[in-house]
């Protein structure tokens, strides 16, 4: 089974931008769609961006859409999540998950999260 570790999360100033990256490791990695999601405190985990095996199709919350882009690599089990004109709203937990559906979020392994702080 697939497991997952998140990396690149921090504190950064409004407007700037971080890369997550989120490592597989066990299973093969090309078959498994991949997604971000994210969590704030005291509200529910929400889906940001989606991602199918091969690399050809993406999908993103209308609130990211033209700020972050998922993409992967597979050669490397790696996802990664370029946030860019980073907002304190964007401020969360974001969490990686794989699975069998990116456009239905249909995800069942997840990663440990990494916490993105954004100031204003």
């Known amino acids: 089974q697939v497991q997952l570790v998140e990396s690149g999360g921090g504190l950064v100033q409004a407007g700037g931008s971080l890369r997550l990256s989120c490592a597989a490791s066990?299973?093969?990695?090309?078959?498994?769609?991949m997604g971000w999601f994210r969590q704030a405190p005291g509200k529910e985990r929400e889906f940001v961006a989606g991602i199918s095996g091969t690399g050809r199709g993406t999908r993103y919350a209308d609130a990211v859409k033209g700020r972050f882009t998922i993409s992967r690599d597979n050669a490397k089990s790696t996802v990664y999540l370029q946030t860019n004109s980073l907002k304190p709203e964007d401020t969360a937990v974001y969490y990686c998950?794989?699975?069998?559906?990116?456009?239905?979020?249909?995800?069942?392994?997840w990663g440990q999260g990494t916490q993105v702080t954004v100031s204003s």
């Open positions: 066990g299973g093969t990695f090309s078959s498994y769609a």
């Open positions: 998950g794989a699975g069998i559906s990116y456009w239905n979020n249909q995800y069942d392994r």
